[in-house]
Each structure stands twice: as structure tokens, then as C-alpha cells.
């Protein structure tokens, strides 16, 4: 056996460890920065200069496409911090997402808004997740622990089919994304979040991509929560100076942005059996004590109102306490229809 290669089994353990640690970083890696040649050596990044980044962004490739804006300079000190993050993530097995490297300098905001034609006003590396060239998520800087959360999103946001919220195409060299924060996300998931009611989201856009959004919950009928979220819409909007009117976005838990109008009556019409805020007063009734009643009255529009009464003396005086309780809330709030029973004594006497 050669000398050269006679170590004890002490020096030999560190030895290989380094050995494979090398084999295992790209070539021109050092423990610091990622250079050119290292992001050359990875054929799961598009490398890409400014001048055909757009181009890139605009042929709509399948898979959402991951995007960072970033340079090798040692001028732009979050770019490092990026570069490593955005190579990390290409290799640890996101086979569902394209990844494309912008050669710019991103510390100079004009160079970078130039070529995004897009207001970013900040100084730093950007990395954007795109699909079908509207942004999705945006990220500023080389943190990426909001990485994985985007990248979930994004596929909820594609597997769901809500791209029509998230601006319009790159095209005419401008790019326009309405809901790049977290704002509209943070909206839809309390939405979303309530399972059993009847509820609807409206949304209007403007030509300059301005937006707004109303959500309603907890109405008594999924055509009611629909008419109040496009009527709150609409006045929001127009109150704003905008001529265009509202649509419908979410009707329960279903997508209808993109519906004509027969196929969201149809979806209107199917739900049925949803919770009422009426049924959750009779759970809580059902806990309480004999001799208790609950009235409501609705209007046209869906606006409601309702009362509840227990332990009484009498079914007879419970049913007359509730409709006179009902009625005095009906009339402060302006409604013109009568109140009516719903509830007395574990019986169900109205359907809503």
C-alpha cells in the first residue's frame, strides 16, 4: 500500500467527511458567496440578463416560475444572502416550480424598475413567484423563511383556479400585480374559514388595476349573502369615483369569478343546506331551559334581525315576549316585514 495514503482511523474519518463535503458544493463555491459559474454549473436555473428577462416571464411556462433579481457584485451585500437561498431552494426538490436567475443590479431602484416596469421601491434583491406572468408572491431581500409558505400558496392559488384575481398579463412591457402582500390572502382565508354559512366575496378592478373586495357571512340564504357582498361592493366603489361595477369572486367556497351569470344561480340555487345564524341560536336554546321562543324577521335585501326569549312561565308567554322583543328591533332597524317564529320549545316552526 502507497505511504501517502497510510493514516489512522482517526485521521481517516475527518478526511473522507471533508472529501465528500467538497463533491457535495457546486464548482467556485466558497463557504461565503455563490458566483457565476456556480449558478452556470446548475441546470435547474435559467440564467437570465435584463434584457430578455421579460421576454422569459412572458412565454407562460407550465410550472410556476420562481425569479430572482439579483447580482454577483459585492456592492449589493443582501444579494449574497439571496443568491445562496434562491440556489438552495432550486436544489431541494421542487420539481413543481421553474427557477430563472436576473443578472441586475437591484441596490440601483431605476435599473430595476426599469426593467420590471414595476414600482418595487426598495433597494434589494426581489424574487417573485409567477404563473402565466402574474405575480403571486413577492419576496425583498435574501431572508427566504417566507419561501416555503409562498410556494405553498402559489400552488393552492393555481390548484384552486384563482389566477384572475392576480392582475393582468405581461404585456405592452408593463407588469401589474393587484394582490402581491398579504392583504388579499389574509382576507380569504377568515373567509374561507367559515365552514357551514352562507357567504360570498364580491371584487371589483379598475383599468389601472386598482381593487377592492366585500366579503359577507352569515346571512340566511346564499342569495342574500351574495346581493349584500356585491351591494357593500359596489358602494365602496363607487364612492371612490370608479363607474365599473362589482362582481361576484366567491360564492360559498366556490370560485365563480370567471362564471356567467346562469352558472352562478345554478351554484346559488344548490346551496340549500347551509347553518343559518338563526340555527346557531336554537343550538344554544336547546341548552336552556323550557318554555323558550325565537323570532326573526328579514327583509328583501337579506338584512335580518331575530330575538330570543326562555324560562317563561307559559309557551304562550314566551312566544308573546319573543314577537314583541322582535318586533321592537325590527322597527328600529326599519324593516318593513313582520317579525315570525322560528323556534318555541324544541319545535322548528319556520325555515328561514
Not at 389566477?163 to 377568515?190: M, P, Q, W
Request: proline letters at 3%; one cysteine or more.
Amino acid at each position: 500500500m502507497p505511504r501517502n495514503i497510510l493514516l489512522s482511523d482517526k485521521g481517516l474519518i475527518p478526511l473522507i467527511f471533508l472529501v465528500l463535503s467538497l463533491l457535495s458544493l457546486p464548482a467556485a463555491v466558497s463557504a461565503t458567496a455563490l458566483n457565476l459559474k456556480a449558478f452556470q454549473s446548475n441546470n435547474k436555473i435559467t440564467l437570465l440578463t435584463p434584457d430578455n428577462a421579460m421576454r422569459y416571464i412572458r412565454k407562460k411556462p407550465a410550472k410556476p416560475l420562481v425569479v430572482l433579481f439579483s447580482s454577483f457584485d459585492s456592492a449589493c451585500k443582501a444579494c449574497s444572502a439571496a443568491n445562496r437561498a434562491f440556489f438552495k431552494l432550486s436544489r431541494s426538490g421542487n420539481l413543481k416550480f421553474s427557477f430563472a436567475f436576473v443578472n441586475t443590479q437591484p441596490w440601483k431602484k431605476k435599473e430595476l424598475e426599469t426593467l420590471l416596469f414595476f414600482k418595487l421601491s426598495n433597494s434589494q434583491p426581489v424574487t417573485l413567484i409567477l404563473q402565466n406572468a402574474k405575480v403571486l408572491r413577492k419576496l425583498t431581500g435574501g431572508d427566504y423563511q417566507k419561501i416555503p409558505r409562498y410556494l405553498k400558496e402559489a400552488k393552492h392559488i393555481i390548484a384552486h383556479k384563482r389566477l384572475a384575481f392576480y392582475g393582468e398579463r405581461l404585456g405592452g412591457g408593463r407588469i401589474h400585480s393587484i394582490v402581491i402582500t398579504d392583504k388579499f390572502n389574509s382576507f380569504l382565508t377568515k373567509y374561507l374559514q367559515n365552514l357551514d354559512d352562507y357567504k360570498a366575496v364580491a371584487v371589483a378592478l379598475s383599468k389601472r388595476y386598482a381593487w377592492t373586495a366585500s366579503k359577507k357571512v352569515g346571512y340566511l340564504s346564499q342569495a342574500a349573502a351574495n346581493y349584500q357582498a356585491l351591494q357593500q361592493c359596489n358602494n365602496r366603489w363607487k364612492s371612490k369615483g370608479n363607474s365599473s361595477a362589482c362582481k361576484l369572486y366567491m360564492v360559498g367556497d366556490q370560485y365563480v369569478f370567471e362564471k356567467s351569470n346562469a352558472q352562478i344561480k345554478a351554484i346559488t340555487a344548490s346551496l340549500n343546506n347551509l347553518q343559518t345564524p338563526l340555527d346557531k341560536y336554537v343550538l344554544k336554546l336547546k341548552r336552556l331551559k323550557n318554555n323558550k321562543a325565537l323570532a326573526y324577521a328579514v327583509n328583501k335585501a337579506g338584512n335580518w334581525t331575530s330575538s330570543y326569549v326562555y324560562n317563561h312561565n307559559s309557551e304562550q308567554g314566551a312566544t308573546r315576549a319573543v314577537l314583541k322583543n322582535c318586533e321592537k328591533r325590527r322597527q328600529q332597524r326599519n324593516m318593513t316585514q313582520p317579525c315570525s317564529l322560528y323556534y318555541v320549545n324544541d319545535k322548528l316552526i319556520g325555515g328561514g
